[in-house]
């Protein structure tokens, strides 16, 4: 079974749209593996700029998704550090002790953090002036936020798990 089966195509859609509508994420629907299903929603000007840099996609986006896709595979919700300093809010889907996908976001700083841009600076091209303009595109969020977009996940799931 994959999260597909479980769930309508275009209810993945709008869910993944309403997380980036509503809390700001970097929002994005998974399946088992940790392959993204739909293209990227941009919460910030910040990670798309990450992304957009050889270096710091391989640096701080590639590294993090790894360790996501492990958390993923363990099975329960999490919230989890990259190494710019933001978090990925992630429930995994599980049906039948399978983790048949997962749906979350990242790209929020914690309200009581900042953004790491000494570690972007070291860990990609980009200069240190877009570096801080770009950081103050990033929404914070707080421990109860982060419990709130999990818990939206959740009820938004629920009507379709066994």
């Known amino acids: 079974m994959t999260l597909k089966d479980l769930v309508p195509e275009e209810e993945l ?13 970097n929002a994005d ?11 990227s929603t941009w919460g910030n000007d910040l990670c798309r700029a990450i992304r957009d840099d050889d270096k710091g996609f ?29 978090v990925r809010v ?5 049906v039948d002790g399978e983790v048949i996908g ?14 790491d841009e000494f570690a972007i600076g070291m860990m ?17 969020a707080d421990e109860a936020r982060l419990a709130e977009i999990q818990a939206f996940i959740a009820e938004r ?3 379709y798990l066994p």
């Open 13 to 25: 859609v709008r869910l993944q749209q309403d997380l980036h509508d509503r809390f700001g994420l």
């Open 29 to 39: 629907i998974m399946d088992g593996e940790g392959h993204r299903l739909f293209g």
């Open 58 to 86: 391989s640096a701080i986006c590639a590294t993090a998704g790894q360790m996501f896709t492990q958390l993923l595979k363990e099975g329960e919700p999490f919230v989890e550090y990259c190494d710019a300093g933001m």
């Open 90 to 94: 992630g429930v995994p889907v599980v």
């Open 102 to 115: 997962g749906v979350g976001g990242c790209g929020l700083v914690p309200a009581d953090e900042e953004v």
């Open 124 to 140: 990609s091209g980009l200069s240190e002036d877009a570096i801080a303009a770009k950081a103050q595109t990033v929404k914070p």
């Open 157 to 159: 799931l629920k009507q």
